[in-house]
């Protein structure tokens, strides 16, 4: 790709100013898509007469360039002023892409040929003077297709463009140990020690049915300090699983749930286990509850009839009645002098 380059001072130029303000956006656009057309078809700056009309150009267009000092009229056209100052020509250009492509097969060549160690018919690297019986244009010969891989030249009589010999892989003897006898009943077998990913398995297992599921690092780092404090991986799985279980048949708030974390640097295995709730409440059930509780206590505070009537015979000091004078309850009992109905039964009143 070429770049037709354009300088930041063109809009202030002095060239630029000497085209009228009214025809200079469209006079100075035509300047610029001529430029690019130029530089990608490699004309070295000419805009031929059949191109202006593909460029919307007009006269006054062109002639407002040419008295401006960008365009110069030549044979079959208009030339760009001083293009070759500012501008690649086409021969530079060319040799830059020719030297690019050269490069781009030399690196293909290193790539395909050289680090495979193999040799393709055609490639001008492979064979520069012609030896896999081409000519001189780099094309196969008569006897020799595309296609065909070349012949491979014998170490023994090979002196220029042979093939190096392919080393060839010596295997090498791996020993095999000896198997141990009674390896399944061997000490270290039976005193193999807990490996990391039976905790890990271990602690997912017992993580999965706590109910309270906080902190899981912190939790896993004591559950792996816990398990010597058990006494063992299995115990310790079976006391987490059997104690979450328990905090979860509770019904207890899941604020007053341990964590794991907690429990375990606690060692509240030795703890009794949660009672589980025969039948959980809701929380209108527990509110009316505690509204029961607290009008059941202000029932007993309360002092019953009798109760009353004692206390307020006392305010009156002692009082009593004439026989056959009594004022009567329903009980048969005097309401002033609190004497008993049997009392009152065996009085005399004469």
């Not at 070429?2 to 009214?22: C, E, H, M, Q």
């Not at 949660?274 to 509850?289: G, I, K, S, Y």
Request: aromatic share 6%; charged share 25%.
């Amino acid at each position: 790709m070429v770049w037709f380059k354009v300088d930041d001072g063109l809009a202030s130029a002095l060239k630029t100013t000497r085209i009228p303000r009214a025809r200079r956006a469209a006079a100075m656009g035509l300047w610029v898509l001529a430029g690019s057309w130029a530089a990608r078809e490699l004309t070295d700056g000419l805009i031929p007469d059949h191109m202006l009309a593909e460029l919307a150009c007009t006269k006054r267009m062109a002639a407002d360039l040419v008295e401006a000092g960008f365009w110069e009229v030549v044979d079959g056209g208009y030339q760009f002023h001083n293009w070759s100052l500012y501008n690649p020509d086409a021969a530079s250009v060319g040799s830059a892409r020719s030297a690019m492509t050269d490069g781009g097969q030399e690196g293909n060549h290193r790539r395909w040929h050289v680090q495979r160690n193999r040799k393709a018919p055609g490639c001008v690297w492979c064979y520069p003077e012609g030896e896999d019986g081409s000519g001189s244009d780099g094309k196969p010969g008569p006897d020799r297709s595309p296609e065909s891989p070349p012949d491979r030249v014998p170490d023994s009589g090979a002196e220029s463009g042979a093939n190096p010999p392919v080393p060839v892989p010596v295997p090498v003897p791996v020993p095999v140990p000896e198997p141990m006898e009674n390896a399944s009943h061997s000490p270290a077998r039976e005193r193999r020690p807990v490996v990391v990913d039976e905790v890990a398995g271990s602690f997912a297992r017992a993580w999965k049915t706590w109910p309270k599921k906080a902190d899981r690092k912190s939790a896993l780092a004591r559950y792996k300090t816990a398990v010597k404090a058990r006494g063992g991986l299995t115990e310790l799985e079976a006391d987490v699983i059997r104690f979450g279980q328990a905090y979860a048949r509770s019904a207890e708030e899941m604020r007053f749930v341990p964590g794991l974390a907690p429990w375990l640097h606690g060692e509240r295995w030795h703890d009794d286990l949660p009672v589980p709730a025969l039948h959980p409440m809701t929380r209108d059930e527990q509110n009316m509850a505690v509204v029961r509780r607290l009008e059941a206590r202000e029932r007993d505070q309360r002092p019953t009839r009798g109760q009353e009537h004692l206390a307020y015979i006392a305010s009156l000091g002692t009082a009593s009645c004439e026989p056959g004078h009594h004022k009567l309850t329903v009980d048969g009992s005097c309401a002033v002098c609190i004497t008993p109905a049997h009392e009152i039964a065996t009085e005399n009143p004469f």
